[in-house]
């Protein structure tokens, strides 16, 4: 019998410098096994050996590696046997992991920062050369580097760049932890003099973050932190790393900002400052940093780095100096120009999602953030570079990072070649995970937008966007469920949720965005949002339970309970102690279903809902004259926000995090907790069926979006599902058959209508062509899902953001209801799973192909002349249920599966 495969030590695959003191290995089991009925794990860890022997458990994810307590730098291999119903395994290729410096005491380097006499202003902070002599005297056999910044660093040794990744350590929740990268250097230290060189920017630490644009959220001061080990044959090891010895200088990097941009002068590279020997330039001593008391840890997330390199589609010159590149899609990453024009030429690169409706410039609207009025932007998404003239290198700017599909190059002397320009697409290396296609273009081209709009928006947090804010904003949490579908985002979540949990408030209160630079007691935060929105917030529940559905952890359930619980907690104690004047004033003495309404605080609700415009204020003209300051304003914002009734949108999460708290304290064996969140899901929904549901079994809030959260949350009776579900599709009729929903809903309604009936409309409005339609992206050269429907019009102009992840979700659909495979509520990672394909619109074939951790379940059905075939392809230890389109059903086993039945009239679709 063959052997496990595929063995990965929480969530990848041979990690170097993993902090996790009792990690966990996960496998898939061995072709033709039906299930794993015992498994044993065989290793060594530094030498010691160790043998599980054999444990009875059907588990093979995230299982306890068995092992005796690791040490740091402890190198440890292992490998995998199982017993299953086909019989005993073969072993497993062994996987290899490192640990990193697991005790504080293991680091002997000291935090260091450039020599700043003060801080710089914003849009003017450089990115600092520092450099460090050591001395290796004998024949190295292993070294490795631990790495971490209060701010980017890209790491050099002996001239040579170090690692693949960009944008290290990452977006972190400062305050509580930093990742620190471990690269393998073996090959780079020299017997006798080596040097060490960082360059050290500002990054998400100090540098302009979220919508407010305000610098130092989480502190003024860079600093860097470096340790290498270098292992010798006699068992000692050289020890050197960042101290009071190190020397910082001004580079290249003449200031670099997320959203300035990076400013460049290729000339003042100062000579072999990354090299032994002597160094040019203008350097100075650099100062000793406190140490921060935030944990040193390994990040579970996979690492940022240049993903795809893509060439222009077209270059134009409008005039003189100026060139227009379209590289045809639009993307996260940087530009490389290699033809920067004669010595001392000044260039900037202008990067923008879109050009203006005359084609002959960019237009950065979707870069301008819509609360900074106090704060113009100042060349935004704009690089500038001074020329190092021949051979003085390429310009690549490697300390922001743009949204953009089209660039303006102003200041070039001559032609910019095709060939000297290239867009770098650089984003977290999120494994690809699920692909579809059918026999609709149209679709397919909807499913490429889909995923270019998901890679785009992870960069070790899952943004909203992609140019104007570069914030972790909780709408992750209806974001997760289309994101799962195609690529593996298990260790960006467990990453984020880790974030999220340390910036939550003592009273549970969830930031509208994680990690969050705001500050107790800092500038920012004075202009900030109101945090704990409904629907937002959820996501410190709804974020956990959608990751242990498609990978089943439920280990980070366990991590994320008590942020879990402080939530919804919070939220029952604001639904209890506080109700909303418009109720008050009618109903002085409240009714008995009202300590369970969530009707008051700041909501956005439901978000870019199409309709009649909604103002942020309506502030007489007058009134608006006589503010004077940004804190008079924000409080008058927040106060007419305040003032807004959202009871019916906000209880309705209320009700879905209290529900799915219960679910997740029953997999944890909680079995009080799971009552007592049951019993509180259930007051809610009876409160909110008391409000907002009539005598006669209508909605008082008439919308497309309040039906689809009845539904999809289980708010109505179930003997009203089905006029509520009529009445949502006579709303989207009289919206002339479009879609009305805003960020949070839109991922429910065309899952919703295919579940309650209505695929025929469902499938209508996925083909429906126009304004606020899918396929409107398409017809209007989108190449990424924008954040309103009609992000950009016919003529060209735009609105808002044109990469946001919301009507990406058409994947859900795609995946689950065209081609049909379905994840199931209860049993996590696809164990079990459900193909039930649900063919219209005029489609004759689909096929899904999407790597659960159980191994690669692959779906493929056609219909012709009369008659439905399906083909489903199940992996080792799991197991499907099958529902055909005449709704017949059978169950299916691992193995490869073919079905057929009579095929239905194919409805022609919309066109």
């Given amino acids: 019998m063959s052997a496990p495969t595929d063995l990965r030590v929480e969530y990848r695959p041979a990690p170097l410098g993993l902090t996790e003191r009792a990690p966990r290995i996960g496998w898939r089991l061995p072709s033709g096994a039906r299930a794993q009925r015992a498994y044993r794990i065989s290793g060594t860890a530094g030498g010691r050996a160790w043998n599980t022997g054999w444990v009875e458990s059907d588990r093979s994810l995230f299982v306890p590696y068995g092992g005796p307590p690791l040490v740091s730098r402890e190198a440890v291999r292992c490998a995998v046997q199982v017993r299953t119903d086909a019989g005993l395994s073969a072993w497993s290729e062994p996987v290899e992991w490192e640990m990193g410096l697991l005790d504080p005491g293991d680091w002997v380097a000291d935090w260091i920062g450039p020599a700043e006499d003060e801080v710089p202003p914003p849009g003017f902070r450089p990115g600092y050369h520092l450099r460090g002599e050591f001395t290796v005297e004998r024949a190295v056999t292993r070294a490795r580097v631990y790495a971490t910044a209060h701010g980017l660093y890209e790491l050099f040794l002996n001239g040579e760049r170090v690692g693949d990744r960009e944008l290290t350590p990452g977006f972190t929740a400062y305050r509580s932890h930093l990742h620190v990268q471990a690269y393998d250097v073996t090959g780079l230290v020299r017997t006798g003099g080596n040097v060490l060189g960082a360059v050290l920017s500002d990054g998400w630490y100090r540098g302009r973050t979220s919508y407010h644009r305000l610098p130092d959220g989480f502190g003024d001061r860079t600093a860097l932190l470096v340790q290498l080990h270098a292992d010798h044959e006699d068992g000692t090891a050289t020890v050197a790393g960042t101290g009071p010895g190190w020397r910082s200088a001004i580079g290249t990097i003449r200031a670099a900002d997320f959203f300035d941009g990076v400013a460049a002068d290729l000339r003042a590279e100062p000579p072999g400052w990354s090299t032994p020997g002597p160094a040019g330039g203008d350097w100075a001593p650099v100062a000793v940093r406190e140490r921060p008391r935030a944990r040193l840890v390994s990040s579970p997330a996979p690492p940022v780095r240049r993903l795809q390199e893509v060439r222009p589609v077209a270059i134009t010159r409008p005039r003189r100096g100026r060139h227009i590149v379209d590289f045809g899609q639009n993307l996260g990453g940087w530009v490389r120009l290699s033809d920067l024009g004669p010595a001392g030429t000044q260039l900037s690169l202008t990067h923008a999602e879109a050009l203006t409706p005359d084609g002959r410039d960019v237009n950065t609207a979707s870069g301008q953030a819509t609360l900074h009025w106090y704060q113009p932007a100042r060349g935004i998404q704009t690089d500038r570079v001074v020329s190092g003239g021949a051979g003085g290198g390429a310009f690549e700017p490697r300390h922001t990072r743009h949204g953009f599909r089209y660039l303006r190059v102003d200041g070039h002397p001559g032609e910019i070649a095709p060939g000297a320009v290239t867009a770098v697409a650089v984003s977290s290396d999120l494994p690809r995970t699920g692909w579809f296609r059918c026999s609709d273009e149209r679709v397919n081209r909807l499913h490429d937008i889909a995923y270019w709009t998901y890679r785009n928006q992870a960069c070790d947090v899952p943004m909203a966007e ?368 459900t193909v039930a394909p649900q063919p219209g619109g005029g489609l004759t074939w689909a096929e899904v192909k999407f790597d659960c951790p159980y191994g690669r379940i692959e779906v493929a059905w056609r219909a012709e002349e009369g008659r439905f075939s399906l083909d489903v392809t199940v992996p080792p230890g799991t197991a499907a249920g099958v529902v055909l389109p005449d709704g017949s059903r059978a169950e299916a086993g691992p193995g490869t599966h073919a079905f057929a039945a009579r095929a239905a009239p194919l409805d022609s679709g919309v066109a």
């Avoid at 295919?754 to 304004?771: K, V």
């Avoid at 954040?787 to 659909?813: C, I, Q």
């Fill in 466 to 833: 992609i140019t104007r804010e570069l914030s972790g904003w909780t709408d992750f949490g209806w974001n997760i469920r289309g994101a799962r579908l195609l690529n593996d985002v298990s260790g960006l979540a467990a990453k984020w949720l880790a974030d999220l949990a340390a910036d939550q408030w003592p009273d549970g209160t969830v930031r509208n965005y994680a990690p969050d630079p705001l500050g107790p007691g800092s500038l920012a935060a004075r202009f900030a949002i109101p945090h704990g929105q409904a629907g937002f917030g959820d996501a410190a529940v709804s974020v956990p339970w959608e990751t242990w559905r498609a990978y089943g952890d439920d280990g980070l359930l366990e991590r994320q309970y008590p942020s879990m619980t402080a939530w919804v907690d919070r939220v029952a104690r604001i639904a209890r102690d506080e109700r909303h004047p418009v109720r008050r004033a009618a109903r002085p003495v409240p009714a008995p279903h009202e300590e369970f309404l969530w009707d008051t605080g700041y909501h956005f609700g439901e978000h870019l809902e199409p309709g009649p415009p909604k103002p942020m204020v309506t502030l007489s003209r007058r009134r608006f004259a006589e503010i004077a300051d940004l804190d008079t304003f924000t409080a008058a914002v927040v106060e007419e926000m305040e003032a807004r009734d959202h009871a019916a949108f906000a209880t309705a999460y209320f009700h879905r995090s209290a529900r799915l708290l219960s679910r997740i304290a029953g997999v944890l064996g909680r079995t009080e907790d799971a009552g007592r969140y049951g019993r509180l899901a259930d007051d809610v929904r009876a409160a909110w069926q008391a409000e907002f549901i009539t005598a006669d079994g209508r909605l008082t809030c008439d919308t497309q979006a309040t039906h689809l959260r009845a539904l999809a949350y289980g708010l109505v009776p179930e003997g009203l599902r089905a006029r509520t579900a009529a009445r949502l599709v006579e709303l989207i009729h009289a919206a002339g058959t479009r879609p009305g929903t805003g960020l949070p809903t839109t991922h429910l309604l065309l899952p919703v209508l295919a579940s309650n009936g209505h695929l025929d409309l469902a499938y209508e409005l996925l083909l429906r062509r126009g304004s606020r339609s899918w396929m409107s992206v398409i017809d209007n050269g989108g190449t990424t899902f924008w954040e309103t429907w009609d992000g950009m019009a016919p003529d060209g102009t735009t609105m808002l953001a044109l990469n946001m992840p919301t009507r990406a979700s058409v994947v859900e659909f795609l995946h689950g209801h065209v081609a049909g495979l379905r994840l199931d509520e209860d049993v996590p990672a696809y164990r079990r799973f």
